[in-house]
């Protein structure tokens, strides 16, 4: 299976500020079409997870611009240039590139 | 508009069986791949299962903890999916969440959870 590894687990954020998430994985990701297979989703509290980022950089539709996705082959960030404080929740990388799909720990963003 | 209405969930002993259902609206469920994804308590999210679409023979994949227990099933005339848990252990103790995958044909790409249920809670204790 592909390991995903998330980091920070935790990211405490001042409203305003930018924020970042790592997500590494064990495997590339990078396939033979030219997409990287690798998505970010937030899971707010006391909600499902809903999606952010397909393919590396593609917003979901809905998903403000202030939601950015980048990196390619094993080493993704995701990227929130402005954080507001309906973004706290706990954000996951997931992989479908392979079966079984796999996802990070996850990175709990809160608000200073 | 887009939805995934589960129901289902409950308390069942260790041993015992449970059926969770996913009705989908606003779009033909058997058109599309269908997951189903869990989350224990207070943990993160595990893949349970896959079910391809009609186009695709309808057939499965399953993590390795819930092979030849679970099994995902269709019924197009109800639009739904369903997660039929058989010998059911304290460890399947979570929220399952139906998912539906997207697809981009435009350029053969597909594969992200683009839509999911609100989660249905089994817990598995004597």
């Known amino acids: 299976d592909i390991v995903m590894t998330q980091s920070p687990l935790s990211l405490p954020v001042t409203p305003g500020e930018p924020a970042s998430i790592s997500c590494r994985s064990s495997?590339?990701?990078?396939?033979?079409?030219?997409?990287?297979?690798l998505d970010w989703y937030l899971q707010k509290p006391g909600q499902s997870p809903q999606l952010l980022i397909y393919?590396?950089?593609n917003r979901a539709s809905g998903v403000p611009d202030r939601f950015s996705g980048s990196g390619s082959g094993t080493d993704f960030t995701l990227t929130i240039n402005r954080v507001e404080a309906e973004d706290v929740g706990v954000y996951y990388c997931?992989?479908?590139?392979?079966?079984?799909?796999?996802f990070g720990q996850g990175t709990r963003l809160e608000i200073k | 508009e887009v939805q995934l209405v589960q129901s289902g969930g409950g308390l069942v002993q260790p041993g015992g069986s449970l059926r969770l259902s996913c009705a989908a609206s606003?779009?033909?469920?058997?058109?599309?791949?269908m997951d189903w994804v869990r989350q224990a308590p207070g943990k993160g999210l595990e893949w349970v299962g896959r079910?391809?679409?009609?186009?695709?023979?309808?057939?499965?994949d399953y993590a390795a903890s819930v092979k030849d227990r679970f099994t995902i099933l269709r019924d197009d005339s109800k639009n739904s999916v369903y997660l039929q848990m058989n010998s059911l252990k304290t460890d399947d103790t979570a929220v399952y969440y139906c998912?539906?995958?997207?697809?981009?044909?435009?350029?053969?790409?597909?594969?992200?959870?683009?839509?999911w249920g609100q989660g249905a809670l089994v817990i598995v204790s004597s």
């Open positions: 606003g779009f033909t469920s058997s058109d599309h791949y």
């Open positions: 997931m992989q479908p590139l392979q079966i079984p799909p796999t």
């Open positions: 495997q590339s990701l990078l396939y033979s079409n030219g997409y990287n297979y």
């Open positions: 079910s391809r679409s009609k186009f695709k023979g309808y057939t499965t």
């Open positions: 998912v539906r995958l997207g697809t981009n044909s435009a350029t053969g790409t597909g594969g992200w959870f683009e839509a």
């Open positions: 393919l590396g950089s």
